[in-house]
């Protein structure tokens, strides 16, 4: 297989096609759980597979300011991780930063597949593409830990959001 370093210049991800505040869910969780899958399978080495997390984090557009605080921190993380959930026309908005490169990847991962969806979508899905790909596989126990308590997160906003719609 192609190193990712190889593929890198004329790589252009789906990731980096995506807009992050107009409407994806023309494409549903699981078709977006398999364009990552495919993504990550034209990989072997691990090195490659975490530079394209690295890259992935780097493509997530900035967080602004005003969300960098406290409540926005997701607990059970090593690394600060900010998640913001807004919900705009019936629809969940993730925006996210992280000071850790690798992490930042992660949660851009995340908001790729469960972004611009709506709340009851996001707590029926199956995140199958975190054990496709190998991720939790390959990171430390504690960012394992991390990656658990984001998705928690995601969910427990959709929940909350989910809850009040009723």
Known sequence: MTSYKA???NRTTSFARQNYHHNMSTS????????????????????????MLIDLGNELPPLDAKYKVE????EGCQSRVWLQCDLQDGLLVFTADSDALITKGIIALLIRVLSNHTPAEIV???????DAIGLKDHLSPTRSNGLLSMVKQIKAYALGYAAKQQ
Do not use: T
């Open 124 to 130: 029926a899905s199956n995140l199958h593409f975190i």
């Open 71 to 74: 409540s926005n921190l997701i």
């Open 28 to 51: 549903s969780i699981n078709a977006l759980q398999e364009e990552v899958i495919e993504e990550f399978s034209a990989f072997d080495d691990w090195m490659d597979k975490y530079q």
């Open 7 to 9: 593929l890198k210049p």
